[in-house]
């Protein structure tokens, strides 16, 4: 019994910071272009790329 009064209150700060970390990810804003790097994909460019 000893052991979930110290497991619980430590769920909950782990709880607490998962959830900050991603308030701090929506202000930061990693998730404004989510169809980007679905569409960088489908591009056929190769000039980035040497070809030697």
Same mark, same amino acid.
Request: hydrophobic share 50%; aromatic share 10%.
């Given at each position: 019994?000893?052991? &979930?009064?110290?497991? &619980?209150?430590? /769920?909950? &700060?782990?709880?607490?910071?998962?959830?900050?970390?991603?308030?701090?990810?929506?202000?930061?804003?990693?998730?404004?272009?989510?169809?980007? /790097?679905?569409?960088?994909?489908?591009?056929?460019?190769?000039?980035?790329?040497?070809?030697?």
């Amino acid at each position: 019994m000893d052991v &979930i009064l110290f497991l &619980i209150p430590i /769920a909950l &700060i782990l709880g607490a910071l998962g959830l900050v970390a991603f308030f701090w990810t929506l202000e930061n804003g990693q998730y404004d272009d989510l169809d980007g /790097a679905a569409q960088r994909i489908l591009n056929d460019h190769d000039d980035d790329i040497e070809r030697g």
